[in-house]
Every structure is written in C-alpha cells, then in structure tokens.
C-alpha cells in the first residue's frame, strides 16, 4: 500500500510562522521596482497558497485584507484542522483550508476559476518531480492574465558544499527506528560525532562546520521538514524559470528587497560583468554564482506589462508607506552581498524622519520639503533598501483602515489568548500594510495585559509572570533557567521596559 505522505515527513508538524513574503502589498510593489504593471492591493482579489503548512501566515492575511478570498491546502489534514480552528477563533470568513494533494487540488469544489496571486513557500525544493508538475499545470490553467507568481526555493551553487551534509544527517536517520521526532536528534549527534574525526570533507568545505552548529540549535520541527524529506532539490535558477516558462510565466524580481540594489551587493567589476548579458536568466545564473546564493524568493507574472515612466511615477506617488521600526531605534546602516552599507543621513533621515509621523503615500511624503529635494532615483532606491531592511512597509489605502482594522481586532486577540499556552503564534496582523509584525510571547502578554486595562510596564511584568509561573515555567537568560521570582520579574520587567518603547510603531499600525 502506498504511504499518502509521498515520502514528504508527515508525522511532526511544520513549525508556525508568519512569512512575509507572501504579504500581496509586498509581492505587487515587485513589479512596479522594475517598472512594470501588477496585481493592485486593496481591491477584491483571489489568492492561493500552495502547502500553506500550519496556515498561520494565511490566516493572519486573511485579517489584515478582508477583501481578498484566501484559499490554501497541505496534504497535511493535522496542520490544516489547525489551521480551520484558528480561522473559527479568529471569525474569519475568507480564510479556506483544504487537505488536498497538488495533484486533486484543482478539481477541488468551491475554487475560484481562476486566481491573481499563487504562493508557494518552502515547497518546491521538498517535492517530488511528479508534484512539481502538478504545480506548473495547476498555475498554468489557475492563474489569471497579469497574476503573480511566488516561489521560494533552496538555490545553487549556494547549496553544493552543504548537500553531502544532508545526506549524512539522512542516512543517520535511516538507521534510527521510530518516529522522525526521534530520527532528528539521534541524526544531529551521530553527524556532530562524524565531524569531530575532522573529515577532509570539512577542511575543504570550511562553511559546513558553522551550519552544521547552527542546525543544532533549530526547533526539530523545521529541521524534520527542511532536510529530512525522501524529496530535497536545490535549483538553480534556470531550472525553475524553464520549469515555469510552461506556465507562461516571466520572471520578475525578488521578494528580498536588497536583490534590487546592484549597488550594496557588487562590485563594480561585477556589475560591469551583470551588465553585458542582455538575457535575464543568464544574468540571474551570473548573479548567483557571483553570491553563492542559497535560497531564491522570486515573483513572477503571467504576461508582463511594461509602463509608461508616467504610469510609474504616478503608480508609486500613489503607493503608501509605513514604519515598522521605532525611529530612534534605526541605525543607518544595511547588511547586503557587500557587506555592510552606509545609509547617506541626507537621504534616509528626511524619510523616516516623514514616516515616523505616520504612514503616508508617496505624494504626501514629497510634500515634506526636505523629502520633496530627494531625487526621484535616490527616493525610489531609498524606500526599497528600507522595505528590504525591514524598517518601512508597503501600505493599503487609507480609506479602508477601519474596515481592515475590524477583522485584524478579532485575529489578534485570538492570537494573544493564544499566548497564555504557548510562544508559537509570533506575529500580529496590521490593517495598515495587510501584513504582520513580529511580537514575541512576553510582548504579546504585555498587550494582552495592555487590552485588559493594565497601562504600566510593571503591572505588564507582573501579569506575564503570573501566567508563565502559573504553569511551572520560568525564563531562560543566557541558557539558563532562571529560578527565583524576583530574577524573573526583573527579566519580565526589563523586557516590558523595552516594549513600552515598540507602542507608538504598533499604534501607528493600528495593532493597539
């Protein structure tokens, strides 16, 4: 009898997340950094995600954009009974779950016919052939005209060093009988014991050591997915852009941000290089080896429209912007391929300087008279080096912030409830950017406290102890577990102290 797993681990669920690249604010501003036409956010929309996992990231959409109908599946039914649970908590009605495999989804009753935006994170890399089939044809015969494609996969030659490591924690695994919660860990020690004989294998890959050190301290959860699936294909980007070509699909940009910016991640050698090839997808393989790119989150589009320098403009004056970042807490400085990069004061000041007085279009932000001497080139570049370094968010219209802040209320509430158990669910919904913010447990306590009427930092503290002591747990500062509870309500106590410093950010994004 054929196992409905497909090889995929199924016996240990993915870990929660909320993945900010699949945000349709974020995805549609891609086009419009290269100049082309899009999928226009805060409009009724139809979206897909394929193998949504645990569904959180879909869910936490669904609040922040309440006019686009979500549909998501994992052949996973746990994850996805999960994910319909919190749908109910959080009095969703465009958020639908379906444990459907790739290869019956689309026959699947009640899908749109077609859809404008199809996602799919962390999947392709962990699929068979077959599936990665079922996916090209699903988006061929699914996506609309001028819909957007996302795709994140494990890259090469990013990849090549650490593939034999993969394979060693695969074929320790294989000798441990029982669960993969038991095959993670028993897998990680017997390749801790393997690399410490010192291998020539680890002398002439030096980068495997300090991965390998990492991996140790990952939850299991997402190790189980990430290496230890019967499937695992790193791509290189020509084999995924061909792949898709049968969709009809070209290829756009990235999600990270920074890839936009040759200036922070090349030399000029090697943009003199990038710049004599005249076909993207040999400039795309150039690139990668020139980064030993490990992992791609590229957009997309079925049918690509270039616009007018008009059109453009008029597109991004249009476009709104928000802090994500406490201002005083931003230092004018970006990691990229380079290195790290020196954000011009002159430049990146008047911006933030602007936005920390709320969000704003572009054309409200040109109306402050130190951001309206900015270049039009310096401007644009400026914003996607700050969206790509985290600091400032695409925005929604304005006009509908009340209506999206009605079901992000719900959402958030459902998920700071949730805090009282547990740390899993680290993101709120904004109905400013129609995307999260990560909050962590104790940050969470905090508001739940905030919403129940406590206004100090200390009653805060104090609640959070409360509810974590309540069930015998503790904090763990350096690896330690603290035990006293004048040491935990003084940690509790610093880190509210802290978060009294992330409020006005998160009241600017209507979260509070």
């Not at 549609?28 to 979206?47: D, E, M, N, Q």
């Not at 490591?165 to 669960?179: E, F, K, M, N, T």
Request: glycine share 8%.
């Amino acid at each position: 009898m054929s196992s409905w797993t497909a090889g995929y681990v199924a016996d240990i669920n993915y870990t929660h997340g909320f993945y900010r690249e699949l945000t349709p604010a974020l995805l549609s501003l891609v086009p419009l950094i290269v100049g082309l036409g899009g999928t226009t956010v805060g409009s009724p929309l139809h979206y897909c995600e394929l193998g949504c996992g645990r569904g959180f990231s879909i869910n936490l959409l669904a609040a922040a954009n309440p006019e686009i109908q979500f549909h998501a599946t994992d052949f996973n039914p746990s994850q996805i009974a999960g994910a319909k649970a919190l749908a109910v908590d959080a009095q969703l009605s465009n958020a639908h779950f379906y444990d459907a495999t790739f290869s019956e989804f689309g026959d699947t009753p009640g899908l749109p016919d077609q859809f404008d935006i199809i996602s799919l994170h962390g999947i392709y890399s962990w699929i068979s052939f077959e599936n990665r089939q079922h996916i090209v044809q699903f988006i061929k015969s699914k996506l609309k005209v001028g819909g957007i494609v996302y795709i994140s996969y494990n890259a090469l030659p990013g990849w090549a060093a650490a593939m034999p490591l993969r394979q060693l924690l695969i074929d320790a695994a294989s000798r441990v009988h029982g669960p993969t919660a038991r095959k993670v860990p028993q897998a990680l020690d017997a390749v801790a014991q393997f690399l410490k004989s010192s291998p020539a294998y680890l002398a002439q890959n030096p980068t495997v050591g300090p991965r390998f050190d990492k991996l140790k301290d990952m939850p299991h959860g997402y190790l189980a997915h990430e290496y230890f699936n019967r499937d695992w294909t790193p791509f290189y980007f020509a084999d995924v852009a061909s792949d898709l070509a049968e969709a009809k699909l070209s290829f756009v940009g990235s999600t990270h941000y920074l890839d936009h910016i040759d200036s922070i991640n090349f030399t000029d050698e090697q943009r003199e290089l990038l710049g004599k090839s005249s076909d993207i997808v040999h400039r795309e393989a150039t690139r990668d080896y020139i980064l030993n790119q490990q992992f791609r989150r590229d957009v997309f589009i079925k049918g690509p429209l270039s616009l007018t320098p008009r059109l453009a403009r008029e597109a991004w004056l249009k476009q709104r912007f928000a802090l994500s970042t406490n201002r005083a807490d931003i230092e004018l400085r970006v990691k990229a391929g380079r290195g790290e990069a020196t954000m011009q004061a002159d430049i990146y000041a008047p911006i933030l300087d602007r936005l920390s007085a709320g969000p704003a279009t572009l054309r409200e932000m040109v109306g402050d008279a130190r951001v309206g001497q900015i270049s039009w080139s310096n401007l644009q570049q400026a914003l996607v080096i700050l969206i790509g370094a985290g600091h400032v968010q695409p925005a929604l219209p304005a006009k509908d912030d009340g209506k999206r802040a009605r079901t992000t209320k719900p959402f958030n509430q459902a998920v700071l409830h949730r805090a009282r158990d547990s740390g899993d669910l680290q993101s709120l919904a904004s109905p400013v950017t129609g995307g999260g913010v990560g909050i962590g447990r104790f940050q969470q306590l905090f508001l739940l406290a905030f919403t129940e009427g406590k206004k100090t930092s200390e009653e805060w503290a104090e609640f959070a102890w409360q509810v974590i002591s309540s069930q015998g747990q503790a904090v763990v500062k350096e690896g330690k577990r603290l035990d006293t509870a004048e040491e935990n309500l003084a940690e509790i106590g610093a880190q509210a102290k802290l978060f009294e410093k992330q409020l006005p950010v998160l009241k600017s994004l209507q979260i509070i």
